[in-house]
DNA sequence: ATAGCTGCAAATGCTTTGCAAGGCC
DNA sequence: GGCCTTGCAAAGCATTTGCAGCTAT
């Protein structure tokens, strides 16, 4: 459900989430929502960047990706200090982590599956579960 | 069976797992293994050591908590970037992340559980797994 | 013209490292 | 005495921030 890959329009994405459709931000959605999931850092961006001829810098990579996680566009994932991972895949689902080579992937959805939920403290309510596998 | 806390012997608890009981590692072994279950920060140790009269440096701390991690008497636990936590309970637990209040706190035993375990990526056995549910 | 964006460089926050001095067997 | 530990300060990373110049409307 992934290999049939259709790149969306970066104008109607950022449009639709109320971004502003600069250039740097169309090239860098352009980069990351092209149909297949991806779990990136802003180094991988930045590399990304420069071998697509796109001009920018770190900190609009960071401004970047920050404002579209904010947007609701990517999705924050932190496995180990200093090393922050963004994913493009917005559904509800979990991750393998591969400790020896510092990447992730996603557990296939419906396989795995949490039995019970705890009891939530008192006055809370979830904002997120995140299952992660060490590998 | 939290209430009910024994301080271990620290220098026991060094001794088992071949750390030389120094006279540092000995105060942090006995602030933090006092038979309460605890997340802390190497921040939250530092304070700890201070209101305890105790007389170190903030890389005395970390030498101190990463080889305790090394040697298996914490665990790591990351949930956000940019700040480690060192958790006592060793045993097959998970967390609620108050992310408010940037604070762990563990899942009581038996009130959560993965209903099914994906399929391994090849060659690849489970290190760890990691529950953490944001409230 | 003007509001917002970009990108450089400086700053920040956590963590690690280098190294001299000190402590312990 | 000799090896390990301690702790200060400096270095190292990832990330954020300040701000001047630029861009697009």
């Known amino acids: 459900m992934d290999s049939?890959?259709?790149p969306l329009?970066?104008?109607q994405i950022l449009a639709k989430?109320?971004?502003r459709p600069t250039k740097i931000r169309k090239a860098i959605a352009?980069?990351?929502?092209?149909?297949?999931d991806k779990h990136v850092t802003v180094e991988n961006v930045i590399d990304m960047a420069r071998n697509s001829e796109i001009k920018t810098s770190v900190a609009s990579v960071y401004n970047t990706l920050n404002q579209f996680a904010a947007?609701?566009?990517?999705?924050?994932?932190?496995v180990e200090q200093g090393r922050t991972f963004f994913d493009t895949n917005l559904s509800d689902h979990h991750?393998?982590?591969f400790e020896d080579e510092q990447r992730l992937e996603d557990i296939p959805d419906g396989t795995i599956k949490l039995q019970s939920i705890p009891k939530l403290p008192y006055g809370r309510r979830i904002k997120s579960i995140g299952v992660t596998i060490r590998v």
Chains 1, 2 share one sequence.
Do not use: E, K, T
Request: charged share 20%; net charge positive; hydrophobic share 45%.
């Open 95 to 97: 991750h393998f982590y």
């Open 4 to 6: 049939a890959a259709s």
């Open 71 to 78: 947007a609701g566009l990517l999705r924050r994932v932190v």
């Open 30 to 36: 352009r980069l990351l929502f092209d149909g297949h």
């Open 17 to 19: 989430n109320g971004i």
């Open 9 to 11: 329009d970066p104008n």
